[in-house]
């Protein structure tokens, strides 16, 4: 059981905007900043948002973050056959004094 | 280019242990935190340690805390994990990783070291 709640999985076709949410507490995401993440199959994962909202340089403009509270999200429009991969949240736990990840949420492209 | 490489994995007998190396280039390895992370097979991330840049700071995730120390030699650019008294669950491919300051979270994985543990 992840600290941090994802959806197993959401899908959507070519074009569409897909949004994965992800939902903590006031120890983790409540007061820490979120990344999300992009796992291709057989890769290792790759960082695709940083401190809630931000993109490093190479992220397309299609990834957004959002974070309100003791959630966050992860929206992709203008969905592509290559975003079909899994996508991981996280954020440190002052609680726990770590750092914690969601159990991950499998895109697919249909 | 930030490259981070890992080291060390192989197939271990249960209760024995084993030490991980990651050899780090591309950044100034003793501005930053590093990180390692583990994902068995067919599960998602778990975050198993994770040491400052300078000053000592360490910490572990439950799981591996009093088994697992990670360490670093800066002079050397390198990242290492001692795993002692191994478990069937700690099979996992193990990556090392860089963190984006000190804790505020990673930016770069290497592209792991797979640890077997099994009779």
């Known amino acids: 059981q992840s600290v941090l709640t994802q959806p197993p999985s959401a899908s959507g076709t070519p074009g569409q905007r897909v949004t994965i949410s992800c939902s903590g507490s006031s120890s983790n995401i409540g007061s820490n900043t979120v990344n999300w993440y992009q796992q291709l199959p057989g890769t290792a994962p790759k960082l695709l948002i940083y401190s809630n909202s931000r993109r490093p340089s190479g992220v397309p403009d299609r990834f957004s973050g959002s974070k309100s509270g003791t959630s966050a999200s992860l929206a992709i429009s203008g969905l592509q056959s290559e975003d079909e991969a899994d996508y991981y949240c996280a954020a440190w736990d002052d609680s726990l004094d770590g750092l914690v990840f969601g159990g991950g949420t499998k895109l697919t492209v249909l | 280019e930030v490259q981070l490489v890992e080291s060390g994995g192989g197939l271990v007998q249960p209760g024995r242990s084993l030490r991980l190396s990651c050899a780090v280039s591309?950044?100034?390895?003793?501005?930053?935190?590093m990180h390692w992370v583990r994902q068995a097979p067919g599960k998602g991330l778990e975050w198993v340690a994770y040491i400052i840049s300078i000053g000592g700071s360490i910490r572990y995730a439950d799981s591996v805390r009093g088994r697992f120390t990670i360490s670093r030699d800066n002079a050397k650019n390198s990242l290492y994990l001692q795993m002692n008294s191994l478990r069937a669950e700690d099979t996992a491919l193990y990556y090392c990783?860089?963190?984006?300051?000190?804790?505020?979270?990673?930016?770069?994985w290497g592209q792991g070291t797979l640890v077997t543990v099994s009779s």
């Open positions: 591309g950044f100034t390895f003793d501005d930053y935190a």
């Open positions: 990783a860089k963190d984006l300051l000190n804790g505020v979270g990673i930016d770069y």
